[in-house]
């Protein structure tokens, strides 16, 4: 079974920085596009970054500018590195990967990050 397994999320304050780790685990041949979502309380779920597999980026409004995303392709691992967060930054950070085969998009099941002000 295909599962994303997210980590390095928690209780901050502005200004600082976390970094969130996710991993693919599983019999897997391969990632696609791989992502990270945002959802605070109450709001819809949206994207803060994107990768695809050759490490084209996309940053969503919210994340462009102080957080960077990266992979490591040989591992299946995702990370997103913010600096300088905010108060507006708290909510669930879920991970998004594309994966070949069967799994297809696969979520996994989301960390939260809290940034006090």
């Known amino acids: 079974q295909v599962q994303l397994v997210e980590s390095g999320g928690g209780l901050v304050q502005a200004g600082e920085s976390l970094r969130l780790s996710c991993a693919a685990s599983?019999?897997?041949?391969?990632?696609?596009?791989m992502a990270w979502y945002r959802q605070a309380p109450g709001k819809q779920r949206h994207l803060v970054a994107s990768i695809s597999r050759g490490g084209i980026l996309n940053y969503g409004d919210s994340g462009e500018g102080r957080f960077t995303i990266s992979r490591d392709n040989t591992i299946n691992a995702v990370y997103l590195r913010m600096n300088s967060l905010k108060p507006e930054d708290t909510g669930v950070y879920y991970c998004?990967?594309?994966?070949?085969?069967?799994?297809?998009?696969?979520w996994g099941q989301g960390t939260q990050v809290t940034v006090s002000s």
């Open positions: 599983g019999n897997i041949f391969g990632v696609y596009d």
């Open positions: 998004y990967a594309d994966i070949m085969g069967e799994a297809g998009e696969t």
